[in-house]
């Protein structure tokens, strides 16, 4: 990335005494401020805990040609030709990292203290890459030496450079730092990767390309809201899993995707699956919906039109909330990401904020794309059963964060928002102009549990035909979709083990034994029409608020 390059050689020229590069890809850090500090001149001195202070090897910059590197390019090259496609380019840095050994160390520099002290003491300009020294930041001594050594560096070229995946500074030092970002690598970047590690691998082993250019850009694309290091680490799996690069890695690498984003716990890559068409009425919301059907495409920007920048739907449990937001991926075709906001906050409460700006930037690395966030109140009110709700000052960020990139995210990225409760969300949240609009989803009315009854027999292999509709409707009065989906289960499991077929007898009697959420929580439901009518837009075509309770 050249531009996080120019950045640490303006932020090195500038005296400022520490920065903070917050990555789990250390790697790359730590290389992206080796050729920084070398275009300066700057020499690079690397602590860790385990090998104490070094002077860093040789440079990243390109360094006499070794001959091991030179033939392994020379064979990629070779079948990259072969296969008709450009040659690539290894940069030595990325091939070969540049040696440091526990030989090097200096005297006294393995402990925290002692390396910040040895520092301290120093006079040359230079950079210190301290990896994971946030792991001693409760120790006192070093955060004073902390301090007293970024005090010096703002009158010298000398600069620590903190890495680690999380790092909360203490407020002494918290004033004196930068903080770093490395981008997401972009579609460019990837293919490189792609071919990079091809290359390397192929130094050691035989390996076939038969990708073609297409299946390189395809291939490229699935890999985009990944990390370079996990892109890295998935196109080499997939490659030694095939012996080869062929047309299967254009798949292979968004399975190893789905499963990267999995392990990092709080983003789940769902197939979009079924379209609008598998919900049962929310005509209104599914016309809103398909109006906005291709203005993602590039067209639509040339006639004019920005694209859409997300929903709300609110309303009563049941309903088909999460339904309709999960189908909108799978209506406009595109790349669907639920965020997950248990696992945002499980156990992580200090890491949370940089857990969401991944989520954002994951998706707009997917985009066009939806990102779909359940249960909104969940993540925001900050006053739920789980361990958010201890933390209100975590929850406030969070939404600062997530308002403030609601508001500049550059990439077409549609946010379908879900909620069972409004009342607990922040107005600023749902005010006018964050979202589109904001849907309310009521109990159905009976055309809506007509088409309700007519999808899910239809699912589950049974013909709606057959059964007398007009009276189930009638009996599900005040039922949710939810609702009558489970009476359909539960029938069948019991006409299933009277090897009887499924009757409307038999959904009367399971309807007739369930009772239904609408007459235990009714006051809730009352509020939320009542929140509803001022704030929201019916989601189904005619109102059915007054009918349900009867
Ligand atoms: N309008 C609907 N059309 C078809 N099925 C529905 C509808 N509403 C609810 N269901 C059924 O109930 C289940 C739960 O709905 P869901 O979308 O999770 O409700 P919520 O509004 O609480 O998010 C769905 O998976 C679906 O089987
Ligand atoms: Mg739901």
């Given at each position: 990335m050249p531009d996080v390059l120019e950045r640490l050689k303006v932020l090195f020229n500038s005296f400022n005494p520490l920065l903070v590069m917050e990555t789990v890809e250390e790697t790359r850090a730590v290389d992206l401020v080796r050729r920084a500090a070398s275009d300066l001149s700057l020499p690079v001195f690397e602590w860790s805990i385990a090998d104490g202070l070094q002077r860093s090897g040789a440079p990243v910059n390109p360094g006499p040609a070794d001959p091991r590197r030179t033939t392994g390019v020379n064979n990629v090259n070779a079948l990259l030709s072969q296969a008709g496609l450009p040659m690539v380019n290894i940069p030595p840095g990325m091939a070969l990292p540049a040696p440091v050994g526990p030989s090097s160390m200096i005297v006294n520099t393995q402990s925290a203290p002692g390396v910040l002290a040895h520092i301290e003491s120093m006079t040359t300009d230079a950079v210190f890459i301290l990896k994971d020294l946030h792991r001693h930041l409760d120790d006192v001594v070093v955060v004073r030496r902390l301090r007293q050594v970024a005090q010096n560096f703002t009158r010298t070229r000398g600069t620590l450079v903190l890495t680690g995946p999380a790092v909360n500074l203490p407020d002494e030092v918290e004033s004196l730092a930068e903080y770093v970002e490395l981008p997401l690598p972009d579609a460019a970047r990837l293919r490189k990767i792609i071919e990079e590690t091809f290359g390397r691998l192929a130094q050691k082993q035989t390996l076939k390309c038969t990708l073609d250019p297409a299946g390189f850009d395809a291939t490229a694309a699935n890999l985009r809201g990944l990390t370079e290091e996990e892109a890295e680490r998935t196109v080499a799996q997939v490659i030694v899993a095939r012996y080869a690069l062929s047309s299967a890695a254009v798949t292979d690498v968004l399975e190893q995707k789905k499963e990267v984003l999995r392990r990092s716990g709080m983003l789940e890559f769902i197939d979009a699956g079924a379209g609008l068409d598998s919900i049962g009425g929310l005509e209104n919301l599914k016309a809103w919906l398909r109006k906005r059907q291709g203005a993602f495409e590039p067209d639509a920007r040339g006639f004019g039109l920005e694209p859409p920048r997300g929903v709300v739907i609110m309303g009563?449990?049941?309903?088909g909330k999460s339904m309709s937001a999960r189908c909108i991926a799978g209506e406009w075709k595109l790349p669907l990401v639920k965020f997950d906001s248990a696992a945002v906050f499980d156990k992580y409460i200090g890491e949370t904020e940089k857990r969401i700006k991944r989520v954002f930037a994951v998706a707009e690395q997917l985009a066009p794309a939806v990102l779909w966030i359940d249960e909104l109140e969940k993540v925001f009110a900050g006053s739920g059963p789980d361990s958010a709700s201890s933390d209100a000052g975590v929850s406030s960020r969070l939404l600062g964060a997530f308002l403030s990139w609601m508001q500049d995210r550059k990439a077409p990225v549609f946010v379908a928002a879900t909620s069972n409760n409004v009342t607990w969300l922040p107005p600023e949240l749902i005010r006018k102009g964050r979202f589109d609009e904001i849907f309310f989803v009521d109990l159905p009315n009976a055309a809506e549990r007509q088409a309700i009854f007519r999808l899910q027999l239809a699912r589950r292999m049974q013909n709606p035909l057959v059964f007398d509709l007009e009276t189930l409707i009638a009996a599900s009065d005040g039922y949710s979709g939810a609702e009558i989906d489970a009476a359909i289960q539960s029938g069948l499991y019991a006409a299933y083990a009277d090897k009887k077929p499924l009757t409307t007898q038999v959904l009367l009697a399971e309807l007739k034994a369930t009772v239904p959420l609408s007459a235990t929580r009714a006051e809730d439901i009352a509020r939320l029409r009542d929140w509803a009518s001022q704030r929201a837009v019916h989601a189904s075509l005619t109102d059915r608020a007054a009918a349900a309770f009867r």
């Amino acid at each position: 990335m050249p531009d996080v390059l120019e950045r640490l050689k303006v932020l090195f020229n500038s005296f400022n005494p520490l920065l903070v590069m917050e990555t789990v890809e250390e790697t790359r850090a730590v290389d992206l401020v080796r050729r920084a500090a070398s275009d300066l001149s700057l020499p690079v001195f690397e602590w860790s805990i385990a090998d104490g202070l070094q002077r860093s090897g040789a440079p990243v910059n390109p360094g006499p040609a070794d001959p091991r590197r030179t033939t392994g390019v020379n064979n990629v090259n070779a079948l990259l030709s072969q296969a008709g496609l450009p040659m690539v380019n290894i940069p030595p840095g990325m091939a070969l990292p540049a040696p440091v050994g526990p030989s090097s160390m200096i005297v006294n520099t393995q402990s925290a203290p002692g390396v910040l002290a040895h520092i301290e003491s120093m006079t040359t300009d230079a950079v210190f890459i301290l990896k994971d020294l946030h792991r001693h930041l409760d120790d006192v001594v070093v955060v004073r030496r902390l301090r007293q050594v970024a005090q010096n560096f703002t009158r010298t070229r000398g600069t620590l450079v903190l890495t680690g995946p999380a790092v909360n500074l203490p407020d002494e030092v918290e004033s004196l730092a930068e903080y770093v970002e490395l981008p997401l690598p972009d579609a460019a970047r990837l293919r490189k990767i792609i071919e990079e590690t091809f290359g390397r691998l192929a130094q050691k082993q035989t390996l076939k390309c038969t990708l073609d250019p297409a299946g390189f850009d395809a291939t490229a694309a699935n890999l985009r809201g990944l990390t370079e290091e996990e892109a890295e680490r998935t196109v080499a799996q997939v490659i030694v899993a095939r012996y080869a690069l062929s047309s299967a890695a254009v798949t292979d690498v968004l399975e190893q995707k789905k499963e990267v984003l999995r392990r990092s716990g709080m983003l789940e890559f769902i197939d979009a699956g079924a379209g609008l068409d598998s919900i049962g009425g929310l005509e209104n919301l599914k016309a809103w919906l398909r109006k906005r059907q291709g203005a993602f495409e590039p067209d639509a920007r040339g006639f004019g039109l920005e694209p859409p920048r997300g929903v709300v739907i609110m309303g009563v449990q049941g309903c088909g909330k999460s339904m309709s937001a999960r189908c909108i991926a799978g209506e406009w075709k595109l790349p669907l990401v639920k965020f997950d906001s248990a696992a945002v906050f499980d156990k992580y409460i200090g890491e949370t904020e940089k857990r969401i700006k991944r989520v954002f930037a994951v998706a707009e690395q997917l985009a066009p794309a939806v990102l779909w966030i359940d249960e909104l109140e969940k993540v925001f009110a900050g006053s739920g059963p789980d361990s958010a709700s201890s933390d209100a000052g975590v929850s406030s960020r969070l939404l600062g964060a997530f308002l403030s990139w609601m508001q500049d995210r550059k990439a077409p990225v549609f946010v379908a928002a879900t909620s069972n409760n409004v009342t607990w969300l922040p107005p600023e949240l749902i005010r006018k102009g964050r979202f589109d609009e904001i849907f309310f989803v009521d109990l159905p009315n009976a055309a809506e549990r007509q088409a309700i009854f007519r999808l899910q027999l239809a699912r589950r292999m049974q013909n709606p035909l057959v059964f007398d509709l007009e009276t189930l409707i009638a009996a599900s009065d005040g039922y949710s979709g939810a609702e009558i989906d489970a009476a359909i289960q539960s029938g069948l499991y019991a006409a299933y083990a009277d090897k009887k077929p499924l009757t409307t007898q038999v959904l009367l009697a399971e309807l007739k034994a369930t009772v239904p959420l609408s007459a235990t929580r009714a006051e809730d439901i009352a509020r939320l029409r009542d929140w509803a009518s001022q704030r929201a837009v019916h989601a189904s075509l005619t109102d059915r608020a007054a009918a349900a309770f009867r």
